[in-house]
Every structure is written in C-alpha cells, then in structure tokens.
C-alpha cells in the first residue's frame, strides 16, 4: 500500500468514526497499527481498572465523564488488511469560525495566579498549560500530518488515534511514562526545557531543581510499589528542536503485574502537573481555566504479557471538523518568570504547527 493510500486510509477511518491508533516509536522504521472491528471501546472510570487488561489506551489527565479513560481492543494489527473500499467520501465542507485564544496579557494573569502559591512554598511546583485554536484549512489530512510528523520527529513516539468519545488527537512526544516487556521495564523524568540554536546546551538551576522534584517523585513513587529501580541521568536528550533532561528509571515487576495500580500511582507525575501531587492536581483543575482532556494524559499499547509502551501525551493536537487546538505547557517554580515561560509555550507549540500544512 501506498503513503498516500495509508494517509487516504486513515482518513476514512477518521470519517467512519472507528475506534484506531497508529503509532510509531522512537527510533523505528515503521509504524504500528491498532483498530477495534466492532462494538464500542471500553470506558473506565478508574485507573486500576487497566489491572490485567490489554489494548491501546486512551488516558485523559483527568477522568471524567466527558473523558473517560479508553481501550481500544486490538482486533486488526495491520493497516493492510482494512477495507480500501471506504476511501473517497469527502469531509463536509465547514464554514470558517473566529477563535479566541488566550494572548500574552491573559497568559500573565494567569501566570501571577499559578506563581503566588509558589512563592508562599504552599506548593513546590505547578505545570501551566494552554491550547491555541487555528482554523482547520479545506486540505488538512490527519494521515498525512501523522507520516510528516513520523519523518520529522524520529526520536520521539509519533501518533494519531480517534474514537467517538476522545475525538481524534494527533501528537509527537518524548515522554515514556512505562515501558517494558517479561521482567524489563522503565519508566522517565523528563523535565526541564532548552530551546538551542547551538549544540552546547547548559542549565540554569531552575530546571535542575525542575528535574530533580520529578526524579525524587518518581523514586518514591516506585518504592512505595516495592519496586527496587537502576537509575540512569539526567542527560540531554533532544526532542525536535527542543532539549530536555532525562532520568531512567530501569525495574523488574511481578509475574502477574498490576499495571492500573502501578499507572495509577505515577500518573499524573510532576512533569505535567505539579507537587505535593493533590494539591496540584486540584489547584490546576480549579484554576487554569480549561479542560486539557487527553493533553498531559498518556497512550500506548498496554500489554503486560507481551509488550507495553505507553507515552505521557505532550506535544499533541486535537482535530476538529472546522478547528485544530494545539497543546502546550511549562513548569513553574518559584524561580520561574512570566518572559521565559511564555516564551517556553510559544516554542513547544511549534512542534505540531510546523506540520500542519
């Protein structure tokens, strides 16, 4: 099969509403491909409930009704095999619509908001995310952005899923939030962000201390699992044309893992929402303002029998009918400023635009 039958392909899959994802992971070839044939996926309420479960799955930062957490059972492994004949129905054209984005007075507010409880050392650390909406033109292809975005982002994990109940999100993020198969596993800090025009790259002592909060996290995290990790950082890692720093975490699990119980307990981790863990977990859901919804939530392949790979959803979009809204956010701390963070936002979200053509 063709690119261009694959994009075709995966348009119409998108237009018949099917529950799928495609995937490619970091530094492989070629993609992976997951589709539920028929009936609905399966929704949950509770994270534990993926103990001993097995699909593709959809992960919201927060659940909720309006976005529950999603398995797609994966009845068709190969893009080759779905029916070619639903190629060819054209999307309804939609009239254009005017969007109202936060802009950079707004942000600010926002940003004295989400820093005073820093400064008073009521929270240690909060991650301040926003969307910014772009009209969706006539001849954006969801399957064409997705194998642009594999080409350019080769070390990342590149996707593109759609279900009734999430919609369809395309993204490219360098997360790992658990990986592994038989007895090897790891999971990732990453934190801390650099935008280089160089390849020299320093950092200041924000985003150590950044990296440091989702290190320890993640270390307390695990043991509290009974699991005894190898760890591995921090290092340099580059995600397109931004860096970050990466800790490794390496470890054994059970026989008969509970892989919900464990994700439960790690997600949501420092790196996307903040510490202590409840209050920045409440304080963002009370206070920045919109529902992040499958942004800063994870995604992957989940099979503790065979293999698992599942990504915290970073740099992603969601797509509309008439509308793209792309994600971004940074972590602040005390030492944090308006400029830098703004900026840090402005950076990230180019990850997804520069592919929408």
């Given at each position: 099969m063709s690119t261009g039958n694959r994009h075709q392909l995966l348009d119409a899959l998108i237009e018949q509403d099917t529950c799928f994802a495609i995937y490619r992971l970091p530094g492989e070839a070629s993609p992976r491909f997951v589709m539920q044939r028929s009936g609905a996926a399966a929704l949950y309420n509770d994270m534990e409930a993926l103990d001993g479960e097995s699909g593709f799955v959809i992960a919201p930062f927060r659940i909720s009704s309006g976005s529950p957490l999603i398995v797609i059972r994966a009845d068709c492994t190969d893009l080759t095999e779905v029916?070619?004949?639903?190629?060819?129905k054209r999307r309804p054209e939609v009239k254009g619509e005017r969007f109202n984005n936060i802009d950079k007075a707004a942000y600010s507010r926002l940003f004295q908001q989400f820093h005073a409880p820093l400064l008073k050392g009521e929270i240690k650390k909060?991650?301040?995310s926003r969307s910014k909406t772009i009209g969706r033109?006539?001849?954006?292809?969801?399957?064409r952005s997705f194998f642009r975005a594999a080409e350019k982002y080769t070390h990342s994990c590149v996707f593109l899923f759609h279900t009734p109940q999430s919609g369809t999100w395309l993204g490219s993020?360098?997360?790992i939030l658990l990986a592994g198969s038989g007895s090897?596993?790891?999971?990732?800090?990453?934190?801390?962000?650099?935008?280089?025009?160089?390849?020299?790259?320093?950092w200041d002592d924000k985003n150590l201390r950044e990296q440091h909060l989702v290190t320890s996290y993640l270390l307390k995290q695990l043991t509290s699992f009974q699991v005894a990790a190898e760890i591995n950082g921090p290092y340099t890692i580059k995600a397109g044309k931004l860096a970050h720093l990466r800790t490794d975490f390496s470890f054994s699990l059970p026989d008969n893992p509970k892989i919900?119980?464990?994700?439960?307990?790690?997600?949501?981790?420092p790196a996307v929402s903040g510490l202590p863990k409840e209050e920045a977990f409440r304080f963002i859901n009370e206070q920045?303002?919109?529902?992040?919804?499958?942004?800063?939530?994870?995604?992957?392949?989940l099979d503790p029998w065979a293999e698992t790979n599942l990504y915290v959803n970073l740099?992603?979009?969601?797509?509309g009918k008439s509308s793209l809204t792309l994600y971004a956010g940074s972590g602040l701390l005390p030492s944090s400023t308006c400029r830098d963070e703004w900026k840090e936002t402005e950076q990230k979200l180019k990850t997804m635009a520069s592919i929408v053509k």
């Open positions: 029916d070619r004949t639903i190629i060819g909060l991650v301040l033109e006539e001849a954006f292809s969801p399957g993020t360098p997360e090897g596993w790891q999971t990732v800090a990453l934190a801390g962000t650099r935008f280089p025009n160089t390849g020299n790259i320093s919900g119980t464990l994700l439960k307990r790690l997600h949501p981790t920045e303002g919109y529902d992040r919804r499958y942004y800063t939530g994870f995604l992957g392949m740099r992603c979009m969601f797509i």
